[in-house]
T-cell receptor, first 113, second 116 residues
Framework: GENVEQHPSTLSVQEGDSAVIKCTYS??????FPWYKQELGKRPQLIID?????GEKKDQRIAVTLNKTAKHFSLHITETQPEDSAVYFC????????????FGPGTRLSVLP | EAGVAQSPRYKIIEKRQSVAFWCNPI?????LYWYQQILGQGPKLLIQ????????DSQLPKDRFSAERLKGVDSTLKIQPAKLEDSAVYLC??????????????FGPGTRLTVT
């Protein structure tokens, strides 16, 4: 089955700096890669996603890149703010979209003022 | 629109007891997921329903866990008997059905289960 690894497990950055979180997946059939943000004690919320036919996607300060050949995808957050502090989870899913979701173990991001 | 509802929010039981969780998805969402999230880990998919049929239950410990989604709307997840390692947050999520494009999963607030 699919295996999703995520690095680093914890990340601390200064406010205004950039943060990058990387995930690798094992199943080449996976074709949808969402990123979720989970604040302490709250539910996961989708922040950005990418499909396998797209190499990069941006939404304001966040972007996701996908390298299908290497089977890895990354989340990039620029100009980090204290409210970006949370646990970020990547996930991989197969066709048809929305099946066999496998989440990574998470990255705890701390943005220091 | 109203979000995914779950109850109870918290539950404490002793090992070997049974427990049930309830989920009401967003209206019109045909796909429903149950996840187990152990502290410090990512959500682990237990079971996925499409309407009232099971799409994926490969990671559901079927000797003790069961789930149903009668009438394709609400769903219940049951654990019987519970073990200490079942202590976790149980998340329910729902989404519209995606065939040509992915659909966002909306998560409920979760049920925090403590087994003592």
């Amino acid at each position: 089955g699919e295996n999703v690894e995520q690095h680093p497990s914890t990340l601390s950055v200064q406010e205004g700096d950039s943060a990058v979180i990387k995930c690798t997946y094992s199943d080449s059939a996976s074709n949808y890669f969402p990123w979720y943000k989970q604040e302490l004690g709250k539910r996961p919320q989708l922040i950005i996603d990418i499909r396998s036919n797209v190499g990069e996607k941006k939404d304001q300060r966040i972007a996701v890149t996908l390298n299908k050949t290497a089977k890895h995808f990354s989340l990039h957050i620029t100009e980090t703010q204290p409210e970006d502090s949370a646990v970020y989870f990547c996930a991989a899913s197969k066709r048809p979209y929305g099946q066999n979701f496998v989440f990574g173990p998470g990255t705890r991001l701390s943005v220091l003022p | 629109e109203a979000g995914v509802a779950q109850s109870p929010r918290y539950k404490i039981i002793e090992k070997r007891q049974s427990v049930a969780f309830w989920c009401n998805p967003i209206s019109g969402h045909a796909t429903l997921y149950w996840y187990q999230q152990i502290l410090g880990q990512g959500p682990k998919l237990l079971i996925q329903f499409q309407n009232n049929g099971v799409v994926d239950d490969s990671q559901l410990p079927k000797d003790r866990f069961s789930a149903e989604r009668l009438k394709g709307v609400d769903s219940t997840l049951k654990i019987q008997p519970a073990k200490l390692e079942d202590s976790a947050v149980y998340l329910c999520a729902s989404s519209q059905t995606g065939t040509e494009s992915p659909r966002e999963q909306y998560f409920g607030p979760g049920t925090r289960l403590t087994v003592t």
